[in-house]
């Protein structure tokens, strides 16, 4: 009798030794449709493609890839006046370095679409996110996960943020919406490190845990960082609704903003971290 | 005979080259220390099983595509993939899918026997073996010590009979030479 394992692995090699072309699946909106309704679909997808190219720097070089290895596509435009007034770095001049479209690689987020090219910033680096690149795009898909039987699991999102660790292979990085920025949410953590993005006027940030004193970090273009404190005792579980406590080490329960007087702006609770 | 790295980059090369079995042998060689790794920190088998898939799918991408070099330390690749995936799991409530959609892997459907299979395998000590493979001994007993035994930085320094920031540096190094291990 096999074993989930088997049938992994049977999967794995059957997904190695097919054709990459045959492999590539359908788009997640097209996957309801008949193949008849696939084909017309595509169809007009081409066609608007075709009308909607002028406005794409599909020509630009480096063609971006994602990291599945398909062409992303680019633009010249400048990001929203939203992004460019919360976040410095994106300005002109930049306040950090600006970065060569080169050094994404083929490192972008799969369903990433139009990265703006002249915008993307090479961000300071910290202990476990040594080159990290700031980078914005027009839309994405972010939809991930089990959606309920029937529910279109593409969710296609506009005006994104999106920072991604060009050395670690694809498992690093984000991209989010404008309001994940703003909500105080935007954390990233890898091992037993921490990298978080604010917006402009915040000069400081606090963070704070359910089971040791808080620590305060400096933003610097748009950034800071922070590195491993003592755990709680029991297994890095913990998510809202589990019956397993103990956060995950990395993600602070809040964070309060501060200004460069010290004065309070705002603070964000996380609802990942279970005190 | 284990496998080294150097074995483990040759199955891989085999694999990018059509050998196919070959990343099924790379996968019989190392999701037992996955899954233990994986097993630990989750409480549902349905949670581990799903990151185990996506952990050796994202890995495929990498053999899939000529353009991308291949890890210089397979398995510290597919710890510090496992661990990312894990917190993004964490992050956003769910385990991503994206490598698996992309190959079209069936979902996991486990079974009593299954179930037991990934209990068992998160008190498997193959993973400490294979940690002390990967790393210098300080190292790997700071980062078993704090990640694998979730000890305090206080309480490791106590035993080790040194400071809390040594032992952070030495955690910090060990997640640092396994990250390191998946940048080529």
Not at chain 1, 5 to 18: F, N
Not at chain 2, 22 to 50: I, K, Q
Not at chain 2, 85 to 95: A, E, N, Q, S, Y
Not at chain 2, 110 to 130: F, N, Y
């Amino acid at each position: 009798m096999s074993t989930f394992i088997d049938r992994l692995e049977t999967d794995l090699v059957r997904a190695c030794d097919a054709p990459v072309a045959t492999r590539r699946s359908w788009p997640a909106p097209l996957q309801s449709l008949s193949r008849r309704g696939r084909l017309r679909m595509l169809a007009v997808l081409t066609a608007v493609a075709a009308i909607a190219t002028p406005a794409i720097a599909i020509g630009v070089a480096p063609i971006l890839r994602d990291f599945f290895g398909q062409p992303v596509s680019t633009t010249a435009d400048a990001p929203p006046a939203e992004q460019l007034a919360l976040l410095g770095i994106l300005r002109d001049p930049p306040p950090g370095a600006s970065a060569d479209p080169a050094m994404l690689g083929s490192s972008i987020l799969p369903g990433i679409h139009g990265v703006r090219m002249n915008y993307i910033r090479l961000l300071p680096p910290a202990p476990g996110f040594p080159h990290q690149l700031l980078y914005t795009a027009t839309s994405g898909d972010l939809g991930v996960g089990d959606p309920p039987a029937g529910a279109d699991p593409a969710i296609e999102a506009k005006n994104l943020i999106c920072v991604e660790e060009v050395e670690a292979s694809g498992a690093g990085g984000d991209c989010t919406e404008t309001s994940v920025l703003t909500s105080g949410h935007w954390l990233e953590s890898a091992g037993l490190d921490g990298y978080g993005l604010v917006p402009d006027g915040v000069a400081t940030v606090i963070l704070r845990y359910s089971d040791h004193p808080a620590q305060t970090e400096t933003v610097t273009d748009n950034t800071f960082s922070w590195q491993g404190y003592p755990a709680p005792a029991g297994p890095i579980t913990g998510n809202a609704g589990q019956p397993s406590p103990g956060p995950t080490p990395e993600i602070p329960i809040s964070i309060t903003w501060l200004d460069s007087n010290g004065k309070v702006l705002s603070t964000h609770t996380n609802a990942n971290a279970v005190s | 005979m284990e496998p080294t790295a150097h074995d483990d980059r040759e199955l891989l090369r085999a694999a990018r080259r059509g050998d196919a079995e070959c990343f099924g042998t790379f996968f019989r060689e190392h999701h037992r220390v996955v899954l233990a790794f994986l097993a630990r920190r989750v409480d549902e088998p349905e949670v581990a099983a799903d990151l185990l898939a996506e952990t050796f799918a994202a890995l495929l991408t990498v053999v899939r595509d000529p353009r991308r070099d291949l890890p210089a330390s397979p398995l510290g690749w597919l710890l510090v993939t496992a661990r990312n995936l894990l917190i993004d799991r964490h992050r956003h409530g769910m385990v991503a899918e994206a490598a698996r959609r992309r190959f079209q892997l069936a979902p996991v459907a486990l079974d009593d026997g299954d179930i037991e299979l990934i209990v068992e395998a998160g008190r498997d000590d193959e993973l400490l073996r294979r940690i002390y493979e990967l790393l210098p001994v300080e190292q790997a007993d700071a980062l078993t010590a704090r990640v694998v035994d979730e000890l305090d930085y206080e309480v490791i320094a106590g035993r080790a009979n040194t400071s809390e920031a040594v032992i952070r540096k030495r955690v910090s190094r060990a997640l640092a030479t396994l990250r390191a291990a998946m940048g080529s």
